[in-house]
T-cell receptor, first 113, second 117 residues
């Protein structure tokens, strides 16, 4: 079942602007991950943040995690037209050796040149 | 990391027929996942394919409709049987790869876009 909910569902910005996407989840997690999908193709892993971390950076990406609010945000700075894609959050639970991820509904980002 | 290929990349099938999708990984992995992604939707896990044992299906998915084979540690197939237009989706395979701190990230194949007419 889907436990993650991203908002907004769709986001349209101009090149150079920052894009912020949010993700909420319901149960305790081991880590939260963000993935990107271009035009219905395979997903690409972007960044993983563990439950004991609050913020993580990777290039133009910044992810925050607030376990008290069960929420995360993905910030893409200085966006480019090539960032146009769907972005999904996914959570991994603390249950043993569970390698499954629980997926959010996704945010569709359009960056206009 | 892992490099994953899928065949076919897309297909158009008539209702009542079946489509078998192949997933090939460039390294040995114990676990592979099969997902369905309906148009404009998120990913829904169909089943987990483990080498040497029966696949484990998620609620709402049954072996008769989605038989899975896992003959070795680098290959799996998913068959979508008795196709109906509602089966039109993207089908994705993925493998979990362990990273530092015992967390798992998933690596995806490029997907198979199925259209049922």
């Amino acid at each position: 079942s889907q436990q993650g909910e991203e908002d907004p569902q769709a986001l349209s910005i101009q090149e150079g602007e920052n894009a912020t996407m949010n993700c909420s989840y319901k149960t305790s997690i081991n880590n939260l991950q963000w993935y990107r999908q271009n035009s219905g193709r395979g997903l690409v892993h972007l960044i993983l943040i563990r439950s004991n971390e609050r913020e993580k950076h990777s290039g133009r990406l910044r992810v925050t995690l607030d376990t008290s609010k069960k929420s995360s945000s993905l910030l893409i700075t200085a966006s480019r037209a090539a960032d146009t894609a769907s972005y999904f959050c996914a959570t991994s639970t603390n249950a043993g050796n569970n390698r499954k991820l629980i997926w959010g509904l996704g945010t569709s980002l359009a960056v206009n040149p | 990391s892992a490099v994953i290929s899928q065949k076919p990349s897309r297909d158009i099938c008539q209702r009542g027929t079946s489509l078998t999708i192949q997933c090939q990984v460039d390294s040995q992995v114990t676990m592979m996942f099969w997902y369905r992604q309906q148009p404009g939707q998120s990913l829904t896990l169909i089943a987990t394919a483990n080498q040497g044992s029966e696949a484990t299906y998620e609620s709402g998915f049954v072996i008769d409709k989605f038989p899975i084979s896992r003959p070795n540690l680098t290959f799996s197939t998913l068959t979508v049987s008795n196709l109906s237009p509602e089966d039109s989706s993207i089908y994705l395979c993925s493998v979990p790869i362990q990273r530092r701190g015992f967390s798992y990230e998933q690596y995806f194949g490029p997907g198979t876009r199925l259209t049922v007419t």
